[in-house]
């Protein structure tokens, strides 16, 4: 009933003649690559095996967010489970042991709101500048809320959302869009370092230093903000982790010398510039945790 499994790197034959005729290219080779665009992404982590960073923790953040560790076999415990953790297939037999989190979306559906409403100083970059200097950890809400995944409306926008969220938990009302942003940023980061660290926990690992790649890595504040929570160095970069996986697992199936994912990785390392960001201290992200009233995220 089912087609024969195969592995990433195999290639399958030809495109079809049609195929190729449309793009200009008959004859193309057509290579099986990671089986999610997850798993591509995580063959672009500019992961290095050197003392201090052996392990990593990677997020895939962009509209929405990846969080976990790349295992040698699947962690298949009733914990897991429970936890929502998922074992998936990677790239030379490795396990992507991940759990999906919110990611950016919350904060573009705002952005597009305010937009909309012509609030002048909410762009992106304006936003994320004053949020910078936002009193942290002011309000924080469940992220990971499913009355946040829908896109908002002229009624019902997703800032009066995170404001109708932090109403319910006791939480100061963020009134100005930077502060939505403040408080949606670090509502981010303490999903980001929870999964973390849960991860790590279930599958018995000590991480070492975490890896954002996607969209989101392009957001500094965001990174700076996710090795502060952790306590974590965070390398940052690159943005189009899942579209150079791809092509990785694509060169070495057609005869490039890329004989392992370590391979891969030293080659992403020295074509991209990845920013690290180092931990800062000062701020009490348990007890921040602590007043998240769900944990859903």
């Known amino acids: ?87 998936e297939g990677g790239v030379d037999g490795t396990i992507r042991f991940l759990k999906n989190v919110m990611g950016l979306w919350v904060l573009s559906e705002s952005v597009r709101a305010w937009a909309d409403r012509r609030i002048r100083e909410a762009t992106l970059p304006v936003l994320l500048a004053g949020a910078e200097a936002e009193q942290p950890l002011r309000t924080v809400v469940d992220i990971n809320d499913p009355r946040l995944l829908t896109p908002g409306t002229a009624a019902d926008a997703m800032p009066a959302r995170v404001q109708q969220l932090a109403q319910e938990a006791g939480e100061p009302i963020p009134r100005t869009p930077v502060a939505i942003t403040r408080c949606i940023l670090d509502s981010l980061v303490l999903a980001y370092r929870r999964n973390v660290r849960l991860a790590a926990d279930l599958a018995g690992r000590e991480v070492d230093v975490v890896h954002v790649v996607g969209g989101g890595s392009q957001n500094a504040l965001l990174c700076q903000l996710t090795a502060d929570a952790l306590g974590l160095p965070v390398l940052a970069g690159p943005a189009e982790a899942a579209a150079l996986g791809n092509g990785l697992v694509q ?47």
Do not use: C, K
Not at 51 to 64: K, N, R
């Open 251 to 297: 060169a070495r199936a057609l005869g490039a010398d890329l004989p392992d994912l370590e391979a891969m990785r030293a080659l992403v390392r020295r074509t991209h510039d990845v920013r690290r960001f180092e931990p800062r201290g000062g701020l009490d992200w348990d007890a921040a945790d602590a007043r998240v009233p769900s944990r859903t995220a």
């Open 1 to 87: 009933m089912l087609p024969p499994l195969r592995e990433p790197g195999s290639v399958i034959g030809p495109v079809l003649p049609e195929v190729g005729e449309y793009v200009g290219a008959p004859g193309v080779p057509l290579v099986a690559v990671g089986s999610h665009d997850t798993a591509s992404a995580v063959v672009g982590v500019p992961a290095a095996a050197t003392p201090g960073e052996g392990t990593f923790a990677y997020i895939s953040s962009g509209t929405w967010s990846l969080v976990g560790l790349e295992l040698e076999q699947p962690v298949l415990t009733e914990q897991a489970r429970l936890a929502d953790f998922t074992n």
